[in-house]
């Protein structure tokens, strides 16, 4: 199939890339490479753009003809959006505004969508499925849930069909270790904790532990970006099948807390590093789950990574190999 991935050049995006090329797909990637890498193609053809150059997105699309659009672009960081919250309506939602008419302009009908258990905000029930409530609890959430809203209202349009991912926690490397994790800033857990294994930062914050949680940490659940990126070859399929719009969550369905993370590193780094405890971290949810039933039902996907060791050796290889670079 012929498949437009914008940013394809990020961390999700290029493990998806690599799977697309695996299975033989001729793939065009969008990407304004604002936070992506021309390095982390390992397939397919790059067209540096942004998504707010209607001009320049009509003529890729025009040119290449896609059978589907599989989209990441976006910004993602839950603290900047609250700090700049029309920055994240206008990248995550106008600009997918744009992608979408350029579509509907040029008559291409499969849409992936890279949502988020942002969505869910603090579930009222764990683990959380698709049907629950949509409450995000911050711009990013938000940003994401209109882009959702804009979808459904397409559901009805026989010529346009959608799957829309909503990713939990995603986290591990290629397990070649040829692409990862590459973000100016890391904010996440298991990346911030790895830094601090190899000395980037002196000490690793463990955000609040008086949760209501067995050891009183956060708990989520990480799945591996390559299960994620499974997950959009599956979407993908089944779409080609013709199967109806549709929202799934990707996660394994269990989780771990964040004390369990820092001991799992510690662990597989073989490095006992400086942990602080400090007062939690405005706007996380004690505990996010996937109800993970819908997409292994109905997509037949299922992990093959289910593992946290894994997860964080793949993690820890590619930010070993950065080192080195
Ligand atoms: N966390 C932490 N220290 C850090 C980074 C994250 O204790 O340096 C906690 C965070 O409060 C949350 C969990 O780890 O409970 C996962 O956070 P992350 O930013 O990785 O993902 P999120 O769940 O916010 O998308």
Redesign the pocket.
């Known amino acids: 199939m012929r498949i437009f991935v914008t940013g394809g050049a990020g961390y999700i995006g290029s493990h998806v890339v690599k799977a697309l090329g695996e299975k033989g797909h001729d793939v065009v990637v969008f990407d304004n490479l604002s936070s992506g890498n021309e390095w982390a193609l390992l397939s397919g053809r790059l067209i540096k753009g942004d998504l707010c150059d209607k001009a320049l997105l009509g003529s890729a699309i025009r040119e290449f003809r896609p059978e589907a659009v599989v989209h990441f672009a976006a910004l993602i960081q839950?603290e900047e959006s609250v700090r700049e919250p029309l920055r994240y309506f206008r990248n995550n939602t106008a600009n997918t505004l744009n992608l979408l008419e350029v579509m509907k302009e040029n008559s291409v009908g499969r849409f992936i969508f890279s949502s988020?258990?942002?969505v869910y905000g603090i579930p009222e029930k764990v683990p959380v499925d698709e049907e629950a409530a949509l409450n995000p609890i911050n711009p990013y959430g938000a940003s994401k849930v209109a882009v959702e809203m804009m979808l459904r209202a397409l559901a009805p349009d026989p010529a346009f069909k959608y799957v829309s991912l909503r990713y939990?926690?995603v986290?591990g490397a290629d397990g070649s270790a040829r692409i990862g994790q590459a973000y100016k800033e890391s904010?996440?857990?298991?990346?911030?904790?790895l830094k601090t294994a190899k000395g980037e930062f002196d000490r690793?914050?463990?955000?609040?532990t008086d949760y209501q949680t067995p050891d009183g940490?956060?708990?989520?659940d990480y799945i591996h970006v390559d299960d994620l990126a499974d997950a959009h070859l599956f979407a993908l399929n089944y779409l080609s099948e013709g199967g109806k719009s549709d929202v799934f969550n990707c996660g394994y369905g269990h989780g771990y807390s964040?004390r369990e993370?820092v001991e799992t590193v510690k662990k597989v780094t073989g490095i006992d590093f400086k942990v602080v405890e400090?007062d939690?971290?405005a706007?996380?949810?004690?505990v996010?789950i996937a109800d993970s039933l819908k997409i292994r039902r109905k997509l037949g996907w299922s992990p093959r990574y289910d593992n946290v060791e894994y997860i964080v050796r793949t993690a820890w290889e590619w930010e070993r190999k950065r080192r080195r670079k």
């Open positions: 839950v988020t258990a942002a939990f926690n986290a904010t996440h857990l298991i990346t911030r904790a690793l914050s463990v955000f609040g940490t956060c708990i989520r964040v993370i400090t939690r971290r706007g996380d949810p004690p996010l």
